[in-house]
Structures are given as structure tokens and as C-alpha cells.
């Protein structure tokens, strides 16, 4: 599906032309109309990416260290499972520290903590389920930060960007012969992406869902991403006569 949109803004000028983000090619005098062309592709994403993050909290540090290395090796022999390939998949260093609780008005040690996060980039969004299910089984502290994507992006990003000068060049063509004029060569042309995705559980907290999960559950999530749009608009300035 291919939804286009389009705003208009006319400069009729004796001067110089108006610059945007850049240096105009108009000379002295010339008479020039500008314009604003708006281009949107839209699409369903087919990979996706999140982070699974390990946290243990023991009384001594070593035994920490020891559980988060050996959780973290599982999540990455599950990730050769999936072919996931090498650069797909980027691990943090361990963070540690010291963990408190306040019990009533004592802050009281808990034991030491230590944490590693993977980032992981699936291609075949078909998937997720299966495969967050498996994680889930590793008891990871959390599944979050999902972004979606397509493997043809920059496709999308370029037929975006040539819907958006077709509306800038009909607006121009209709505003010039509104005023009895013609339009010429292009004098300026800059592009500018205006795409924003958003994913309702890219900020969610998946801790107190992964550790209540079931640890003989095979379910994981089953997200609708739905539909993603690539947004182009491009300022072109035409000369007339």
C-alpha cells in the first residue's frame, strides 16, 4: 500500500531564493517557485531486534560472575541454534555492583549483583516466539527494546524519496499554471527523512514477565508489529518564466 501526501508553499520572488539546508543554484533576479513534496511507503517488517538482559544476585561475587557467564553462553549457543549469524548478536561486559533494599527505614545488603545485556538481531520475524520462548526457559532477568524493521529498507527509503519529488514536481506544475506561468529547470533540491517508528514495548519492563514465566512454557511473544512507513520530503525549487 502507497500513501502519498503533499503541502504546498509558493515564493514568488525577484531576489534571491530562499535557502534551505543549503546553498541555492538561483541567480541574482531569476523568478522562482518553491516547493515542499511529500512521499510515504508503507510495509510490514519482516526482522526485529530486542535485548535480553542476565542479572544475578549473589552473596559472594564470584558465584555472580560465574551464573551471569553461564546463562550468557547458553543465550548465545541458542542464538547459533537460530542461525543468527556473529554480527547479529552483541554482547555487553558484566556490570557489577552491590545490592540494597529498604526494609523499612534500613537499607539492607542483598548480595552482590552482577549483569550483561545481548542485543539480537532477528531476520526472520516468524521467529519470535519460538525463539523468545527458548530464552525465557534460561530464566533471563529481561526481553525488551523490540524494534522493527525490513530487510529491504532502503528500498523503501528510495521509492519514498521519488514519490516525494513526483508531488513536489505537480504542485510546482499547478501552482505555475495557476499564475500563467511555466516552470524550468530545478534550481535546489534537498531531501529529508521524516520516518518514525514505534513500537508499544520498545520501553516496556519484560522483568516480572520473564521470571514468573513458566521454565517449561515454549510460549514467547507473539507481538504484532504492525505496519511500518517510510516518510520522505524533499524542498525543490524550480526557476519560471
Known sequence: MIKVS??????????LSFL?????????????????GNGEVTYVPDTVSFTVTIREIEPVLKNALATTKEKTQSLLELCKKYSIADEDVKTSYSETGREYEWEGNNRVFKGFRSEQSTKINLKDISKLEQFTGEIFELQVYSIGSFRYSHSKQNEFDAQANLLALDDAKVSAEKMADRMGVKICEVLYISDIDTSYSYSAYESAD????????????????????GILSSNREVVVTYRIK
Open 20 to 36: 534551505i539546508m543549503g546553498v541555492s543554484c538561483a541567480k541574482p533576479g531569476a523568478r522562482t517557485i518553491k516547493v515542499i
Open 206 to 225: 519484560y522483568g516480572a514477565i520473564s521470571q514468573n514465566k513458566s521454565l517449561n512454557s515454549t510460549s514467547g511473544f507473539v507481538v504484532a508489529p
Open 6 to 15: 503533499a503541502k504546498k508553499i509558493l515564493t514568488l520572488s525577484l531576489g
